[in-house]
């Protein structure tokens, strides 16, 4: 598989952009600038107000919202609005939207919020109600002949 380098009018690397879809609706977006160079990171709700915590880079400075915010949280809640929870990657480059992923698990689960209380409160968002209920059926059960 190739994928297109994407490059904003600078040359460089656009910012990453991972809204975290909880039962059909953008809880949070971390965002993730230089992730390849000199990586800093910011999170913010829904209406881009931005929330003080942190994963594992340094904060970045400041940003204004931009204009295109609100068609990128909608793109991510239309991509995953048949998920519990997942990470739907945007990139915005010079006011152009980009896919990248979906994440089931961002970090493999093992991203460690400061502050702690972040993260329970980001936990008790999530709703596995039975709307959002999957039958499981492991490879492993499956009989062979």
Sequence with gaps: ?????LKDDEEKIPADWKFDVINGRVATVYLVHDRFGNPTEALYDRDFKRLWACTS???????????IFGEMVAIAEDLAFEMD???VDLYNVD???????????????LNR?????????????WNLD???????????TIQRR
Excluded: C
């Design 1 to 5: 598989m190739i994928e297109m380098l």
């Design 57 to 67: 880079h340094e904060d970045s400075p400041e940003i204004e919202r931009p204009s």
């Design 85 to 87: 929870q997942i990470s």
């Design 95 to 109: 006011g152009k939207i980009y896919f990248g992923e979906f994440t089931l698990y961002p970090a493999s689960g």
């Design 113 to 125: 919020f400061e502050p702690v209380s972040f993260d329970f409160a980001l936990g008790e968002k």
């Design 130 to 140: 039975t709307r959002f209920k999957r039958e499981f059926n492991p490879w492993y």
